[in-house]
């Protein structure tokens, strides 16, 4: 990585920089280079499932409004659900079947 790009990934504020994301994102011209790594002897990989998690999670919550919109949109629903759910248990607690009113201002949902 030349010091232009370098420069460029500093100036990001960041706490959580997803590196492979943000080498993309920054525009620079790339090159691929091809290896094979060597099999691995001694020891084993001190990723464990839960980073390996966190680093997915990280990828996609960086580079993604797509996370943001589901959350919205499901925080309307559940927004909308208890609204309809006040308002029928808030009508429901205050039906008297014989017609008088049981102090329906007094109550808040």
Same mark, same amino acid.
């Given at each position: 990585?030349?010091?232009? *790009? +370098?420069?460029? @990934? !500093? ?8 590196? =492979?994301?943000?080498?993309? %994102? ?6 691929? /280079?091809?290896?094979? =790594? ?5 020891? =084993? ?9 966190? &680093? *997915? &999670?990280? *990828? /996609? ?8 919109? /589901? ?5 309307? @629903? ?5 609204? +309809? =759910?006040?308002? @029928?248990?808030?009508? %429901?607690? !205050? @039906?008297?079947?014989?017609? !008088? !009113? ?8």
């Amino acid at each position: 990585m030349n010091r232009k *790009a +370098v420069d460029v @990934i !500093n100036r990001f504020q960041e706490s959580n920089k997803f590196l =492979r994301g943000i080498r993309i %994102w920054i525009g620079f011209k790339q090159t691929g /280079i091809e290896y094979e =790594r060597d099999f691995r002897y001694v020891g =084993r990989s001190q990723y464990t499932l839960k980073k390996y998690l966190h &680093f *997915a &999670f990280n *990828a /996609i919550y960086s580079f993604s409004y797509i996370p943001l919109r /589901i959350l919205t949109f499901l925080g309307f @629903i559940v927004a909308g659900f208890s609204f +309809v =759910r006040g308002r @029928i248990f808030f009508r %429901w607690d !205050n @039906i008297d079947f014989t017609g !008088n !009113n049981r102090g329906v201002y007094s109550k808040i949902v």
